[in-house]
């Protein structure tokens, strides 16, 4: 009850400007500052939420890293969660998550299951806390939900040899010489931008990974006395996961997702997943980018659109949890990112909301969304159209100026 009444009279005291009420400033973006009291306003907001989604409005964001990663650190020892789903696959993130717990430095695990992109040093401090939570009673594990296979070293031989020692332990020659091959080149060839760049049909072995799920359902006793029940529904979700990228990116004939099949609705299905499975007493937060984690379309959608099963993640993630998700999007009014194509500065353009932010004249700010419409530049730093962007996000972190990521 103390701590309640200390958030109200917190909230109360909150400057008022224009349009925008409610705004919390935020002291630091250091991760290693651990005074949390700028921050304990979030409790509020957040309520009794189990999933809180972190966005970025791009891949190359040094600044909204750093502040993510102090976020973590305040969920973690304030508000008790204790997983990080990732944007990554979820058949390469155990490799990053077991170098984590083994101690091994950010940068050596990062290379296991982290997109090029999050190879920098601001992102490392994220892993910094994981790895140093190990020695805590509340260790931070991590998973991915991706449909694609994130490393080209685990495409090419760590996940193909995942899959083919699990089914050897049940029967050797369940798969074939060739079948091998026939996985491996499809574990190789599920890459969106190849798909962009060499348009061209793609002739995969498509009926060996059914039959593989196939095999799980139908022969589940047998491996339950090899295997426990969740390296069993993992390894199966990672094969449904297989087949989703592939059904999203089509046959390669023509433009991928053009079935109305994406790979956010292969992400959300990867995420209920452990949500509802092996995650289901635990409190997650989601790494991803802007786009993926909004709760709605940021744009006016046909209904025909919307009944298609289109959309970002996390407009599946809302329709299934409710009040038990809480997302957050992050933006900018000044500065650059890291552009991850050519290492250069990619320019922040602010809208109308960044703007009007900007005039608070403070570093960092969390607020609730704004419900009058107002253009913003939560999609890769570019202003969009005016909305009501508290249909999109339910909060928003307001960085002064963004700073491009560091590479390793």
Known sequence: MIRKALLLL???????????????????????????SDLMPMVQAIGKARVVQLGEATHGDG????????????????????????EAGIADVPWLDEALRAGLPSAEA????????????????????????????????????????????VRAELYPKRIFDFFDRLDPALISKKEREDFTAMSLGLVPADYYARPGLRSYNRELPKR????????????????????????????????????????????????????????????????N??????????WAHNYHVMNDFYFAVPEEMRKSGQGPMGRFLKEALGPDLYTIGFTAFSGASLDPETNGPAPVK???????????????????????????????????EAIDWSRVYDGVFFLEEQK???PL
Request: hydrophobic letters at 40%; one cysteine or more; a positive charge.
């Open 277 to 286: 499975g092996p995650l289901k007493d635990r409190k997650v937060i989601v």
């Open 110 to 153: 990062a290379k296991r299951a982290l997109y090029d992109a999050w190879q920098n040093r601001e992102v490392m401090a994220t892993l910094d806390a994981v790895r140093e939570s190990q020695g805590t009673g509340r260790p931070i594990t991590i998973v991915g939900f991706d449909c694609r296979v994130s490393r080209p070293q």
């Open 350 to 384: 602010p809208g109308d909301l960044e703007t009007q932010l900007h005039g608070l004249k403070r570093p960092w700010l969390f607020l609730p969304t704004p419900r009058k419409p107002v253009s913003a530049s939560f999609y890769f730093n570019e202003p969009g």
């Open 212 to 275: 593989l799920v196939e095999t799980i359902d139908r022969r589940r006793d047998e491996l339950l006395v090899r295997y426990p029940p969740r390296e069993i529904d993992y390894v199966r979700q990672t094969l449904v996961s297989f087949l989703a990228m592939d059904r999203a990116l089509g046959p390669g004939d023509r433009t991928p997702f053009e079935n109305g099949y994406t790979r956010d609705t292969a992400m959300a299905e990867n995420l209920l997943w452990w949500l």
């Open 10 to 36: 917190v909230f109360a005291a909150l400057p008022v400007s224009g349009q925008i009420a409610g705004q919390v400033p935020v002291r630091s973006i250091d991760p290693a500052d651990r005074d949390f």
């Open 63 to 86: 600044a909204t890293f750093l502040a993510k990663a102090r976020l973590i650190r305040f969920l973690h020892e304030v508000m008790g969660f204790d997983v990080i789903a990732w």
């Open 404 to 406: 491009p990521a560091t």
